[in-house]
Structures are given as structure tokens and as C-alpha cells.
């Protein structure tokens, strides 16, 4: 079987939506999660049938939501290496620090996971062509699946993201409107326009972070079924949050994780840090940032949709949030590249300086095992040499 798939549910008001029918996000206002035959799946395990040996993130195909094979469009998204640091995690306060190293994907950078994935099953479900406002990797991967399944691609982004990530979206053929502002900004732009493209925009449409949850699957397996203490994910919109979370749960219906769950963290930067300040005011809903700006452009995502999913990660995890600023960010980055040989985006350099943050405030002690995501290769941003 290759989907076990059944329906979609709203996590907030629980009404049942098709997985055979276009989707965006429910009525109430909640993005949807997909839900699963999970009898089957422990069938499957039994059979010795899943995971499969696939080194890709296909491998979990039973756990995703595209159900025939013949829609799916593969570039060798996910299973990607978890390091081990040499010296890194002595150099933030801990005894083991590992590195998911997301710039393993097809275009770099953890995004590929999502949007393979959405793409995939919404061409299925009849999708033409494909549009989303960006902040630089989102729109890369989406230029670059679209041209893998012959569809166009129409990407809004920022005016003031890193000119590489502009001339990679042109180059995979995809259409480009540069937006002034944020990709706020970029959406509402976005919205002006009738395309009559499908829409997949951050965790608007549940099957982003279908893709995304592959990263919980692949830490576990990678750790031989069992979860690190904390996994550091760099936060902008959520899905690698809102996903990894869902696998944890997954994981545990199924039967295949241990007794232990990961605590998840939130690391953003101190010129964008909703989440922080939500997290900090015990609040129940994320409260827009005004003026957000940072290196970290993944990062700056002034009002994540998907509010009451990040925070019920946060807090169902017994996480928390961390925010850091540009000096440290730049810091981290040039101190991972020296130290371990691997080329961080900045906005893992912000969770990198966010774990320090968080052994030094007793969140996360010396001898716990910390899983930190290096979502995306740095290679598009510009480097500035700190000092
Ligand atoms: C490199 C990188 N890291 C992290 C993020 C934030 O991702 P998420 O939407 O999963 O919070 C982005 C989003 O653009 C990104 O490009
Ligand atoms: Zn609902």
C-alpha cells in the first residue's frame, strides 16, 4: 500500500474534511491535518514492510498523503545525515550536539520536504499550477518541483531577498514578483491576483507539513526509534515545528518510539520573534510583530497562520522559545563553518546561539542530547565575517 491515508481533520474544531477533494484550511480558521489509518500502518511494521529501504523521504509513503505512486515527483528529498559535532556542542555549553543537515536536500534546504510532498499530492488532486509567497527557499524548492512535473510556478517574494534566491527561481522557469515588504506583504500581494493556481502558502493547505513530519520519522529512525532530549528547530512559519510534533505522535501510535519525547524549541531572532513573545506572555494566539527585520529572512514571519498549532507544540513538548540577536547570529554562523566544516544558513546560526541561551538559562542541561536543524545550505545569503 502507498497511502494510508482517510480524511482530514481539523485539530481545532474537529470537522472531518475529503483527502480526495482540494483543500485549504478549515472554516474555523485552523490549518488541517491529515489523518491516517494507523491499524494498517502496525499491519505494515509487522510485515516488516515499513519503513521501506527507500533513502529518500518516500520511505514513510504510508504515512503520506499521495496514494498513487505515479504523482509523485522526486528530486532525493530527505534522509538526509545526522552529524555528530566534534567540537560544537563543548563550544554552546553541551556534551553532544547532533546536526540534521537540511542543505542535503535537492535545492538546499528543508523546504524541499514540504513542498515536494504538497506538490505531489496536489497534482493528484488535479492541480495545474502552483503559486506562494516566499522568503527565499519555499519559492526555489517550488521552482524547482513545479519544472521537475512540468507546471508552472509563480513566487512572491520580498524585494530585499538575497538576489540568488531570485535568479534560482528563474532559472528552474518559475514566474517572480518581488514585493515590497515582508512576505506578509508578499501574500496579500499574492491574493490580489486571481491566478487560479493552487495556493500553498505556509500550512494554508495540510500537506506541507505531511512533508515536513519526515524529519521527526528520520530522527527517531536515525537514533534507532528513539527521540533526542530536545531538537532546536529555527521557527518562521511552523511547519517543521507543527510537523516534527505530529510525528512524535505518530510515531508513538504506531508503536515505534520509546518511552521518551522530544522538547521542542522555538529559536528565532530578536528583530522577529513572535513566537518568543507569545511564549513569554503565556499567550493563547501569536500577536503580529511590526517592522520585523533580520538576516535570518526565513525567519521573518510576522504573524505565522498557523498560531495555536506552534504554541500547543511548544507547550505539549514542555519546550519553549529562544530569541537571539544579529551580532550572535553572524557569530554563530562563522564559528559553525570553522569548527565543524558545515556551511549553516543563518537561520540555524540562530538556533545554534539560541541553544547556548538555553543551556546558560537551564532549559537544557550539559548531558542532555540536542538535535539542532540546519535548514537550509547558507550558500544563497551573503557572508559577513563577524569582528
Ligand atoms: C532556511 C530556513 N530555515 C527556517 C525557516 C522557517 O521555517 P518554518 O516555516 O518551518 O518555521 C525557513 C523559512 O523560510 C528557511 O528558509
Ligand atoms: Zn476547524
Known sequence: MFSYITHLECPQCHRIHSADAKASYCVCGSPLFAIYDMMSVIDEIQAGMFPSKINSLWRYSQLLPVKSPSFVVRLGEGWTPLLTTRQLGKHVGLKLLRIKNEAMNPTQSFKDRGLCVAISKHLELGAKSFALPSAGNAGVSTSAYSAAAGVLAKIFMPEDTPEPFFRTCQMY?????????????????????DGGWTDLSTTKEPYRVEGKKTLGFEIAEQMGWSMPDAIICPTGGGTALIGIWKAVEELEAIGLLDYKKPRLYAAQSAGCAPVVRAMEKNALTIEPWDNGETEAY????????????????????????????????????SIAARMEGIDFCPEAAVGLAGIRHLVESGDIDYDEDVVLLNTGSGSRYPYHHPG
Open 298 to 333: 526565513g525567519l521573518r514571519v510576522p504573524s505565522p497562520f498557523a498560531d495555536r498549532l506552534i504554541l500547543g507544540a511548544l507547550r505539549g513538548s514542555g519546550g519553549g522559545a529562544v530569541a537571539v540577536i544579529e551580532q550572535e547570529i553572524r557569530a554563530a554562523r
Open 173 to 193: 522557469g518559475a514566474d517572480i514578483e518581488k514585493v515590497s515588504g515582508t512576505i506578509t506583504d508578499a501574500g496579500r500581494v499574492m491574493k490580489e491576483y
